[in-house]
Structures are given as C-alpha cells and as structure tokens.
C-alpha cells in the first residue's frame, strides 16, 4: 500500500517560514491535499491539487510537489497557525485515500 | 450553508457493531462522493471508505485494513449517509467523521464528527 511519509514535528518562530514535508514514492505524479486540524475541530484544507489555495485560506499558505516530495509552506507564521498538518493522496493502484502520519507545527 | 451533522456515538461493548448517520444539508447530496475518516485519541487520520455518487453506481471502497466488516451505504431522499461497522474492538475507538468530497476529489467539508469508545 501506498505510503506518505511526514516529520512528527516542526517548530518554526513567529514571522519566520515553515516547510512540512511529505514524502512519497513518485508523489510528484499525484495530485497532493493538504488540511489543517486544530485541537478539538475537525480537519481544513489549506491547500489541495498541489498548490490551489481554497478561497478563506491566506496567502502565507503555498504548496509544491515534485518527484518523491510534496511540501507545505508557511510564510510570516503566527500563533494561530500552530496545528497539526496531514497530506492526503488518492492511490489510484489500491483505490484508496492516503493520509500522511501527520506533522505538529509549534509556534515558538 | 453546507452542514454534515454526524450521530450515534457512544459507547460499545468490544465485539458489537455500529451505525453512525451523517445528515447533509446545503448541498445536492446525490451529486456527491462521501467518505467517512476516523480519528483515535492522540492520533492521526485514517480513511474508513467512500462511496461515490449515482453517476457512478454508488460503488464502494474501503480501507483495507477494515475491508469485511465495514459496510457505507447512503440514502439520497434523505441526504444521509451511513457507516456500519461489525466486530468492533478497543482500537475502534475514535471520532468519526463524516466528509463530503469536492468533486471527487479533496474533501472539502467535514462534520463535527461522532466519538465511539468500545470498551467493556
């Protein structure tokens, strides 16, 4: 099965950039969907097919992919930022939606 | 305004089985494909299964690791979808979502999700 690789923790200042990978076998070639859960509520997404921003979602939220990596970025971040961050694919060998393992963004 | 409210969480004994419902509301519910997710305390997320839109026969699929006891099904009249979940053990334990997808694609919208605990 179909595995996504992502660091279980990130810890960035505020107003500087985090990169949350997510790693994957020829991930590059599939289209990578990125959410947002904060403690108690339900997951976001902040940034799907790669790098499309849905509409609510600031433009510090960019995304990118290729080859065996797919990366989300936080520009400027803020306290409000601090959240946990999965990366999702669809593996269209099994059928199946995959999440990654999940990455704790702390905002120092 | 787009809404999925889950129910009936609660508490079940170890080897029982579960129905949740998720009631849709703001949107064309048969137009939709619908997954459920699952969440255990402390952990990340986990696809339970979908089931895709009339447009494409209401088919099926489900994770893997819980193919054979895990049944979606759905009633477009109603804008319901419904999860079925057999022999249920402690690692069953979680929060339950309900998702609706953006054209088959990222999920889009989630529910406030339902809590099961299986515990004796």
């Known amino acids: 099965s179909y595995v996504l690789t992502q660091p279980p923790s990130v810890s960035v200042a505020p107003g500087k950039t985090a990169r949350i990978t997510c790693g994957g076998d020829?991930?590059?070639?599939?289209?990578v969907h990125w959410y947002q859960q904060k403690p108690g509520q339900a997951p976001v997404v902040v940034i799907y097919?790669?790098?499309d921003r849905p509409s609510g979602i600031p433009e510090r939220f960019s995304g990118s992919n290729s080859e065996n990596m797919a990366t989300l970025t936080i520009s400027r971040v803020e306290a409000g930022d601090e959240a946990d961050y999965y990366c999702?694919?669809?593996?269209?060998?099994?059928?199946?939606?995959?999440f990654g393992g999940g990455t704790k963004l702390t905002v120092l | 305004e787009v809404q999925l409210v889950e129910s009936g969480g609660g508490l079940v004994q170890p080897g029982g089985s579960l129905r949740l419902s998720c009631t849709a509301s703001?949107?064309?519910?048969?137009?939709?494909?619908m997954d459920w997710v699952r969440q255990a305390p402390g952990k990340g997320l986990e696809w339970v299964g979908r089931?895709?839109?009339?447009?494409?026969?209401?088919?099926?699929e489900y994770a893997a690791s819980l193919k054979g006891r895990v049944t979606i099904s759905r009633d477009d009249s109603g804008n319901s979808l419904y999860l079925r979940l057999i022999s249920l053990q402690t690692d069953d334990t979680a929060v339950y979502y309900c998702?609706?997808?953006?054209?088959?694609?990222?999920?889009?919208?989630w529910g406030q999700g339902t809590m099961v605990t299986v515990s004796s």
């Open positions: 998702v609706k997808e953006r054209a088959a694609s990222t999920f889009e919208i």
């Open positions: 703001g949107f064309t519910f048969s137009d939709q494909y």
């Open positions: 089931s895709r839109n009339k447009a494409n026969a209401y088919i099926t």
């Open positions: 020829t991930i590059g070639r599939k289209s």
């Open positions: 097919y790669d790098y």
């Open positions: 999702q694919v669809w593996d269209s060998s099994s059928y199946h939606w995959v």
